[in-house]
């Protein structure tokens, strides 16, 4: 399963850095910026996900952790609201790049099921 995990991380790292590339050629720095800061939200998102998922069952339930848990979608929407209120980096980048991690987790089950079809594990 780590593999796995690694494999996602560095999609979502040369997802981030095409598409910031892509976007600054393309609409200039306000989307690279928003599409970067987008990324760099979904990452951490698939960070604090991952964290939970092995956390499960391992250890009694602390209250700190579950406040926290609660709480980060207040954090992360008020952070970004303040940045892109008072910035000029582009709204639809930077949600748009919120989608990078949902993106990177699909190719990775893509490539999952292209390799377990080619060794023969997958039956019809």
């Known amino acids: 399963m780590s593999a796995a995990v690694a494999r996602i991380w560095k999609i979502i790292w040369v997802m981030g850095a095409c598409g910031a590339m892509v976007l600054m050629l393309w609409r200039g720095w306000?989307?690279?910026?928003?599409?970067?800061?987008?990324?760099?939200?979904?990452?951490?998102?698939?960070?604090?996900?991952k964290q939970l998922a092995d956390s499960l069952g391992g250890q009694a339930a602390k209250p700190r952790k579950a406040v926290f848990l609660g709480?980060?979608?207040?954090?992360?929407?008020?952070?970004?609201?303040?940045?892109?209120?008072?910035?000029?980096?582009?709204?639809?980048?930077?949600?748009s790049g919120?989608?990078?991690?949902?993106?990177?987790?699909?190719?990775?089950?893509?490539?999952?099921?292209?390799?377990?079809?080619?060794?023969g594990t997958v039956h019809h």
């Open 30 to 49: 306000t989307w690279s910026a928003g599409w970067l800061l987008g990324t760099a939200v979904s990452a951490l998102n698939f960070r604090w996900l």
């Open 71 to 95: 709480l980060r979608y207040v954090f992360l929407g008020g952070g970004a609201y303040v940045i892109l209120k008072y910035s000029a980096i582009s709204l639809p980048a930077a949600l």
């Open 98 to 119: 919120l989608f990078v991690s949902v993106a990177a987790v699909i190719l990775e089950i893509l490539f999952e099921l292209a390799c377990a079809s080619r060794n």
